[in-house]
């Protein structure tokens, strides 16, 4: 079945330490987004990529990072620059050209700063 | 820049009866898109419905409808017959037909009581 797949589900951190959060899609999507979830605050874009080899910074960019360099594959970068990381992140993707369409969305990594 | 506002950060019902979750927008754009979004417990993102700004006439899914009022941009989401089931985090988004990226109110916590 197609779907996107996030791993791990559960990451724990040390301070000063880089994590990185996979999410790997068979869906032929072109676009992929990595959000964060907080308490209260929704969902906040942290990254997009339309195509492979190109990405955007979302809202909240600061402290993180990507790559997307297969156009199956969009991993998440969580660096020691981001200095309140503990969050809910959720990785999605679409079709370019087809906004009616919203979302896939993987079933998210909860990282945990220890 | 669009945001997207839900004022209700919960809301609970009795099995079976009716419940309407409120969301309103800013937006300068004529043509976009609306989306619910179901999250339960195990945090999975799933689609409710969509609505396409062009269309007048309300988006239906079995239990799941919406009262889409363009010019008061308000997009709100009634279910009917509520269930045990239904019980999760309700989030509203918009996309615009020219940006890849959804934007997501703050979402509002259903309960429904047996």
């Known amino acids: 079945d197609g779907g996107i797949t996030q791993s791990p589900k559960y990451l724990f951190r040390k301070e000063g330490q880089n994590v990185t959060l996979s999410c790997e899609q068979n869906?032929?999507?072109?676009?992929m987004y990595w959000y964060r979830q907080d308490p209260g605050q929704g969902l906040r874009l942290i990254y997009y990529?339309?195509?492979?080899?190109?990405?955007q910074k979302g809202d909240i960019a600061e402290g993180y990072s990507v790559s997307r360099e297969k156009k199956e594959s969009f991993p998440l970068t969580v660096t020691s620059a981001q200095k309140n990381p503990t969050a809910f992140y959720l990785c999605?993707?679409?079709?370019?050209?087809?906004?009616?369409?919203?979302?896939?969305f993987g079933s998210g990594t909860r990282l945990t700063v220890v | 820049a669009q945001t997207v506002t839900q004022s209700q950060p919960e809301m609970s019902v009795q099995e079976a009866e009716t419940v309407t979750l409120s969301c309103t927008y800013d937006?300068?754009?004529?043509?976009?898109?609306l989306f619910w979004y179901k999250q339960p417990p195990s945090r999975q993102m799933i689609l409710v419905i969509r609505?396409?700004?062009?269309?007048?006439q309300n988006a239906t899914e079995n239990r799941f409808s919406v009262n889409f009022q363009k010019a008061a941009k308000s997009f709100s989401l009634k279910i009917s017959d509520s269930q045990l089931g239904d019980a999760a985090m309700y989030f509203c988004a918009y996309r615009s037909p020219r940006a890849q990226k959804l934007v997501f109110g703050q979402g509002t916590r259903l309960t429904i009581n047996p």
């Open positions: 999605a993707s679409s079709w370019r050209g087809t906004p009616n369409y919203g979302y896939t």
């Open positions: 937006t300068s754009e004529s043509d976009y898109y």
């Open positions: 990529s339309q195509i492979v080899n190109d990405f």
């Open positions: 609505q396409e700004a062009y269309k007048q």
């Open positions: 869906l032929n999507h072109d676009a």
